[in-house]
DNA sequence: CCTAAGCGGAATCTCGGCTTCCGCTTGGCG
DNA sequence: CGCCAAGCGGAAGCCGAGATTCCGCTTAGG
């Protein structure tokens, strides 16, 4: 494969990673190539459907939740800074957004793809492990878990469009809410 | 204008909430007709635009959220209750779901609809008034209002395409929680 | 320098939804 | 009861947005 064409490979997933958390999954190619200062052509021969795009895009997208998830846990000591930190982290603009893009697509965008599944699957389980820990430590409520965390994250970073404006224009102040109805004794 | 013209007319500002709830405000107007059991045409014929149709059904809207609002006020003596009926009854399935689709629409489809703007803002202003009693009578945190309280009901209750599965599955869990964080004490 | 890999984007195709239009139906008056 | 205009439904044609193809031009790199 010559350098150009890795390089321009690169590119357009992560385009498609800023399209897709902006406008949808179903945004369309068109949108996708320029952003990546590529034709449409470049992007098919590339990929050839959607869901090859896709699949490619959730691994960008797994892998770096999963790193900013271990580095919170390593920066502070107690499991419920470190979850605050997270959810920080994954909150800036255009972030989990693509988490609830991605949510909304049919699984046969991944059947096949079993390194994807597990790079998920180990993500979620670091995650609500954190999430017991935090419980232990008697911060968070035995009533809520992990999965909460990341709907609400999804709901709350999903692209603007979608959002009334306010809270497009702040979710970090509906997540710190959502926290503080997560926090011990809140309930 | 005959009986039976009366009689469409009411079915298709109600099935165009229904559909709109569901479906957002671009919601197809076949679909609208369909739901109201009557023919495209019909539509056309009493509501000549889209606009037309959505000042319709935004009075609507208003008038039944105000009517809640003052049952659920006068149901309970203390306010942060009444605010929690409300609460959950806005967040019956396909209820709030308008507002959210009425908020995405454009001013100039109001416009020259001054009793809309009237009952919308009388609406409000009624929930600003509970929330400043719930507030007084020391149930709910001071940096919160009605307005947060609106927008996070116009997140949870949007048609459940636009929401992740399990968040539509029970907008009302998420709700609580988010109540959770705005009662007094909780930030 | 040459050549095949790679590129861009115009052209074409498809699909979903909007809007019109006209022949049929029916409320309700005389 | 009989008439006829108000009202109805939905097929037909229009349109725009986006998907996908295709081919002549560009350029990496041996």
Same mark, same amino acid.
């Given at each position: 494969m010559r350098a150009d064409a890795r390089r321009n490979l690169g590119r357009i997933v992560e385009a498609a990673a800023e399209v897709m958390a902006e #406008?949808? $999954?179903?945004?369309p190619m068109e949108a996708i190539a320029r952003r990546a200062g590529v034709g449409v052509g470049t992007l098919y021969r590339r990929f050839p459907d959607r869901h090859a795009l896709l699949a490619a895009v959730g691994d960008h997208y797994v892998h770096a939740m999963a790193a900013a998830l271990d580095r919170a846990a390593g920066e502070v000591p107690d499991a419920w800074s470190a979850i605050g930190r997270f959810v920080s982290w994954a909150a800036e603009p255009g972030r989990a957004a693509l988490a609830a893009a991605l949510a909304e697509l049919p699984v046969e965008a991944y059947t096949g793809r079993a390194s994807f599944a597990r790079a998920r699957a180990g993500w979620l389980e670091r995650l609500d492990a954190l999430v017991r820990r935090a419980q232990a430590e008697g911060?968070? #409520?035995?009533? $809520?878990g992990a999965d909460d965390l990341v709907h609400l994250l999804n709901v709350f970073t999903?692209?603007?469009?979608?959002?009334?404006a306010p809270v497009a224009a702040d979710p970090g102040r509906y997540l710190r809410l959502m926290l503080d109805g997560m926090r011990a004794g809140a309930g």
């Amino acid at each position: 494969m010559r350098a150009d064409a890795r390089r321009n490979l690169g590119r357009i997933v992560e385009a498609a990673a800023e399209v897709m958390a902006e #406008r949808g $999954v179903e945004a369309p190619m068109e949108a996708i190539a320029r952003r990546a200062g590529v034709g449409v052509g470049t992007l098919y021969r590339r990929f050839p459907d959607r869901h090859a795009l896709l699949a490619a895009v959730g691994d960008h997208y797994v892998h770096a939740m999963a790193a900013a998830l271990d580095r919170a846990a390593g920066e502070v000591p107690d499991a419920w800074s470190a979850i605050g930190r997270f959810v920080s982290w994954a909150a800036e603009p255009g972030r989990a957004a693509l988490a609830a893009a991605l949510a909304e697509l049919p699984v046969e965008a991944y059947t096949g793809r079993a390194s994807f599944a597990r790079a998920r699957a180990g993500w979620l389980e670091r995650l609500d492990a954190l999430v017991r820990r935090a419980q232990a430590e008697g911060s968070m #409520r035995q009533d $809520v878990g992990a999965d909460d965390l990341v709907h609400l994250l999804n709901v709350f970073t999903c692209h603007p469009d979608r959002l009334p404006a306010p809270v497009a224009a702040d979710p970090g102040r509906y997540l710190r809410l959502m926290l503080d109805g997560m926090r011990a004794g809140a309930g």
